[in-house]
């Protein structure tokens, strides 16, 4: 049974920072892409960042880019998002997920997911 917990969100005032870990078990992460994705209330998932199976390719989203980034330890079987100068609207609901196959930013291509960890950025 393949696992994937988030850890790390939190409460944080604007212009702060969050470092976001997921660890998997059940499967190797090492010859897969993963990804990061969000939910706010009231809206739907939106992409966030991947991660290529060789940690120089990567994606992001346009509000995020600049900001956040990505990384992975394959010897740790974990993906990190490293997120700076946080804003009001990055508040959500953070989601790893584990990819199938090429880099993408639609969430039909991943097919496992964590629990997901919750992110406020508020003054």
């Known amino acids: 049974q393949v696992q994937l917990v988030e850890s790390g969100g939190g409460f944080v005032q604007p212009g702060g920072s969050l470092r976001l870990s997921c660890v998997v078990s059940?499967?190797?992460?090492?010859?897969?892409?993963m990804g990061w994705f969000r939910q706010a209330p009231g809206k739907e998932r939106e992409f966030v960042s991947a991660?290529?199976?060789?940690?120089?390719?990567?994606s992001y989203s346009d509000s995020v880019r600049g900001r956040f980034t990505i990384s992975r330890d394959n010897a740790k079987n974990s993906v990190y998002l490293q997120s700076n100068n946080l804003k009001p609207e990055d508040t959500a609901v953070y989601y790893c997920?584990?990819?199938?196959?090429?880099?993408?930013?639609?969430?039909?291509?991943?097919?496992?997911w964590g629990q997901g960890t919750q992110v406020t950025v508020s003054s």
């Open positions: 997920a584990f990819g199938r196959s090429s880099l993408s930013a639609s969430w039909s291509d991943y097919d496992y």
């Open positions: 059940g499967r190797t992460i090492s010859l897969n892409p």
């Open positions: 991660i290529g199976y060789h940690s120089f390719l990567t």
